[in-house]
């Protein structure tokens, strides 16, 4: 159903389309060329002694953040989209306040915790004997790992499953409880299979994050894959660096064919019914319990690492370093900014321009914005700088303009990286937006520009928003990324927290740590308007 | 003048097996109310759409006025068409108001001409004093006249309208429909509409063109196409239609008479006169006279629609339907006899 009559125009769409998809074709292309170089003894000595290393513990932690998000996710989003109780407005947007915590942060705090836990093995040795005591002290930074990351991470499991049940499990749950289903059973028969896609498609999500950590990771000592690239990377051997970055990319994209397959099978009729939902009532003995169990992982991931920062900020106040915060702080904002209004704005391009020029080209760069998002960082990074270098290298020109490049190569890197956190609110926005409204509009004498900033834009502006909020958050906290193509002596906030906990100095590390939650509260504040707008 | 010219208009979407439109022409002459009707699948969007330019035939011609809106070389942009369009459910721009909406085709006008046009525009689809509403404030019907204010404040020489009344409920349909036609024809546009109600083409249209699984069936007059079926499935299409293995009807006079609308031409080959139930009436039984057992009754308010089993000539059992608009009440088991009705 291609028109072709707007070739003219559709220009400056495709051009957009195709520059992100020829970056992302080429960044993939050049870690495969290089990986296939010669890396010497230095891979053989990977692949002896830490290769298989790399490999369990990646998937080991995978694992164990997935369970453990899930286990607070689902239950969480079940109770508060299915029942009536207390306080279920306020739960309902709490449990999303861990998404303001980056992990690496929390990390810093709960680094604290675990030098503290000494009286704890003292009393395990005594107790169990040495044997024990190795095995906890060998298990804790597991432990602490995985909670962490499940505390921090668990929100996006949380939203996915509950935009599905407050839209779609209505009518399905009660039917069910008319024949007879209710309460556990209900969730199990009922919620459970309704959720498949939002599990896998928010679990996706858990897992790429998991896998692209490198914050908690360093902190507790793991060596993980994302570790071990940063490692070769920081020694020179890039070879080494892009090889083990692909064995990654292969991971990463076998757990997102089987997410895509679980979503892909499925399609729900969603209600259009704007009736309220009747939720089940629960006794006040079961909410108690409830919102005990609720506040656990909220507690976990954002309260205790919260009130620890800020003791720490109340303690170190007269020490702060200002200038560096404030640039530093000034660095983060900027590169979030920029990167969320080239984000949006190329989303834009993307998701209207395909809409509106019907183009099949298009809909495909989308799929490839997607696809850059499922890229590790780590292998975004070390892509992407070795393409930045060896320009700025083979020239004398490129070479001057070092610092331009560096920075250009992050807002790239993060382009790459975060397409598809736009692309996805903005097409879910646009799906809102009635193709016939387009079709009046050009009868009326209207070309794809008009259409796209007096049509479609205007009644697309809400989900603008929450793709604007989404993007900047994500590109503020962002670590890996900017750790590896920041020019030299630049630091974010993210970075700063990084290397002041890395060098021991944690006190210091809460005022740049406890920023970052301020700022990304802020940017989150769209998203949670927006959920709220979704009838509760 | 605008007369519009289809000519051998034909359309396969990729991914079908059977063409959507297949070698479709018609005319319709200039200021005239054309109705496209079918089944859904039948082409009938399809070929409005065309006509729009929102997509593009695989091969044909259109013509509008001396104007080539489409050919083999060359294909008019939809935005250059200055066709006016109505949608199924107005489409109206729910960000703007009612007379921001009626404006949005004629920004380029100087603005006292605009201001001329929208006073104009909404009185003369009656929606006076409601330029500051926003469609979510309007009714259906409301939202429809302003769609068609929009449309027609550019003068189009043609209107196309798609399912106009579709989302309307029957009450408002009526009378929507009746001020539609009257807008349409003081306007002076050419029109068409597509619409799988045939009552609404009976009503408006001055000429209806049957479409099926994208093949022209009939083109012609209300009249024709209702007294006058090209084949079984125009006459099935516009009401109810008795097919009686029969090779004529007599009447208790003794006069056989014409009240047969078909088949067409000669066919020798099975005797089958087509009857619509409305130019039958039910007589006391007599023995020359076709008599069946009534076997089940509809109340229409209007008249009883009555379905009686009768045995024709060579002994098959015929199902008759009947419209009795007489007052004497009828029971099923009854045995009546069935003649034609004058249409005097």
Redesign the interface.
Known sequence: ?K????RAESVLFRATGALLAGLVLLLVGWVIFSAMANAGGAWRDVLENRLLGHLWQTLLLASGVFCGALVIGLPAAWLVAMHDFVGRGIMRWLMVLPLAMPSFVAAGAYLEILNGMIPFYVWVRSSFGIEAFLWVQKIMPWVFSIVILSATLFPYIYLSCLAIFERQAADAFEVSRLLGVSGWNGFFRVGLPLARPAIAAGGGLVLMETFNDYGVVSAFGLTTLTPGIFRAWAEGEWIVAMRLALLLMVIASVILAVEKFQSGRKRFVSSDTERPLARVPLRHRNASGVWLLAMVPVALGFLLPCMQMLEWLWLTLHLLDWQGHFSAAWHSLSLALGAALLVVLSAAILVVGARVLRSGMLKHAQAISIAGYSLPSAMVAVGVGAIVTSISQSSQLFAGLALSASVTGLMLAYWVRFMAVAVQPLSAGLTKV?E??G?????????PWGIFFK?EI??MWPAFFVAAALAFVDVFKELTLTLVLRPFDFETLATRAYRLTDEGRLAEAAFPGLSMVVLSLLGLIPLLRWMGRIRA | MSTLVIRNISKQFSGNANPALRSISLDVPSGKILALVGASGSGKSTLLRILAGLEKADDGEILLGDEVLFSKQRSVPAERRGIGMVFQNASLFPHLTVSQNVLFGIRQMARVKQMQLLEEMLECVGLQGMQKRYPHELSGGERQRAALARALARSPKLMLLDEPFSSLDSRLRQSLRDETRQILKNSGATAVFVTHDTSDALAIAERIAVLRDGELQQVGAPQEVYHAPANAHVAAFFGRCNFMPLRSLAHPNGARMACHIGPPGTSDSKPELWVRPEDLELVPPQSEILTGLVTQILFAGTHQDVWLECLSEEGDSISVEVRHHSPIVIATGERWGIAPRPRR
């Open positions: 159903m028109n072709g009559d707007w009635p016939t409204l079709e009046a509009a050009r009868m009326l004498g209207e070309r049509i205007p009644l």
